[in-house]
């Protein structure tokens, strides 16, 4: 790659590395999966850098690459195999303010458990639509399928998440 492309690319996986990383741990819920997801959808884009610079939905393009490696990553007969299911002991995070508290901060990690049971697709779709606040055009985009494919798939996975949360809380409170 030629020096001003090296240059674009290094500008662009800069301002959009976090962002894919974050999508990837709503997709997976393992950060160290999600470090590796971002990591590969990164080189997957470097290696077709001067075809898609010039498109001007270069954010999209992002997310669908990092979307079918995660989706390409779950496929592994491997992966099939692995069941985390030990609890993750407490720890302080230094990066919390005042402003989290600690019941917002249980009910985003019950949200999160709750979207970590859905199936594949519904999860992707409602990260892309609620957590990267794409419109239903842009995720069927991403997505590569037709906008009623991501109605019906957000519908179904709004009640699914619904469910699991309140199956969640169910949980808890016995």
């Not at 496929?75 to 995070?93: G, I, K, M, T, Y």
Request: glycine residues 4%; charged residues 30%; hydrophobic residues 40%.
């Amino acid at each position: 790659m030629r020096q001003p492309n090296e240059e674009s690319f290094r500008v662009f996986a800069v301002e959009h590395a976090a962002r894919l990383r974050r999508s990837a741990y709503l997709f997976c819920g393992d950060w160290h999966l999600a470090e590796d997801l971002m990591q590969s959808a990164l080189i997957k884009i470097y290696r077709s850098w001067t075809r898609v610079e010039k498109d001007e939905s270069l954010a999209n393009y992002s997310r669908t690459v990092l979307l079918r490696t995660w989706l390409d990553e779950k496929r592994r007969p491997w992966r099939r195999s692995e069941q985390s299911s030990a609890e993750v002991p407490e720890r302080l995070d230094e990066a919390r303010g005042p402003a989290d508290s600690p019941d917002r901060l249980w009910a985003r990690d019950l949200v999160h458990q709750g979207l970590l049971r859905l199936p594949p697709r519904q999860r992707a779709v409602l990260v892309l639509r609620y957590f990267d606040d794409l419109s239903v055009a842009e995720t069927a985009e991403v997505m590569g399928c037709s906008e009623g494919t991501v109605k019906s798939q957000t519908a179904r996975g709004l009640d699914a998440l619904r469910s699991s949360v309140s199956d969640l809380v169910g949980r808890v409170a016995s």
